[in-house]
């Protein structure tokens, strides 16, 4: 087996460790963090399955960026959704048989990319043009568009211009699940693009926890989206408060 073959199961198995247990320390981190004051944004729910019912439309459908900026939420929605798309076509890869409902996808699945490419560009093009956005722009930010745009890119290039192995491809990532190692195509054009596209994705997995990307699982930690609006109806305490008077000398 090359030795390209070798350093890329190797990047994936640390990428893939990494981002687990970056995902677990954070999302433990933000469990444990303390609301101390009740602050759902109002107009808010009143029980908790309307909070859960806002969550649902906060998470598929970004209501409050709709409300807020229609533009944003065009460029944002277009490039979620279609990263979404792309994704799941991409379980084409893990999976022998494949889903029938991938299959069914994926022919039209690969056009979704050139959307998320677009939408990505959108956004970028808000923290360039937009002043009070590229005041508040720092480095990292358009180093993650720029990353993500560059897998976007190097996948639409192998689909549409230079193409790789893709059953050599399969049998690389089943190989790596079943811990069989099988080797990677190399030696075209394609391949080089693909070795990129490969590279480029450890890279997010390991960054992903550590970045800004991380709003994905911190959206249902906000307690101006998770909390009910009740605090006429029910004294708000949070946990350490009540700790700190359970002490208290009575």
């Not at 029938?100 to 994926?106: D, E, G, R, Y």
């Not at 790596?176 to 190692?181: K, R």
């Amino acid at each position: 087996m090359a030795a390209v073959s070798v350093v890329y199961g190797v990047l994936f198995y640390l990428a893939i460790a990494v981002l687990l247990f970056g995902l677990i320390a954070k999302i433990r981190q933000y469990a444990k963090t303390p609301a101390p004051l009740k602050i759902p944004t109002t107009p808010a729910p009143t029980t908790r399955a309307g909070v859960g019912l806002r969550m649902f439309r906060e998470v598929v459908f970004f209501e409050s960026l709709f409300k807020s900026n229609k533009w944003i939420w065009i460029f944002g929605y277009m490039f979620h959704f279609s990263m979404l798309v792309v994704l799941l076509r991409h379980l084409r890869y893990f999976t022998d048989p494949v889903w029938f409902w991938v299959v069914f996808i994926s022919p039209y699945a690969a056009y979704f990319g050139f959307l998320m490419v677009a939408g990505l560009a959108g956004l970028w093009a808000r923290r360039v043009l937009v002043d009070r956005v590229r005041y508040i722009s720092s480095p990292s930010d358009h180093l993650m568009l720029l990353l993500i745009i560059s897998i976007g890119v190097t996948g639409l290039s192998m689909k549409f211009v230079w193409h790789t192995d893709i059953a050599m491809l399969k049998a690389f990532f089943i190989g790596l699940m079943v811990f069989n190692w099988q080797p990677l195509p190399v030696g075209f054009t394609g391949d080089f693009i693909l070795l990129i596209h490969l590279f480029l994705v450890v890279l997010l997995m390991m960054v992903f926890a550590f970045s800004k990307l991380l709003h994905a699982p911190g959206v249902f930690f906000s307690p101006t989206r998770n909390q009910v609006d009740n605090p006429r109806e029910r004294r708000f305490i949070a946990d350490w408060a009540a700790r700190l008077d359970a002490q208290k000398p009575k």
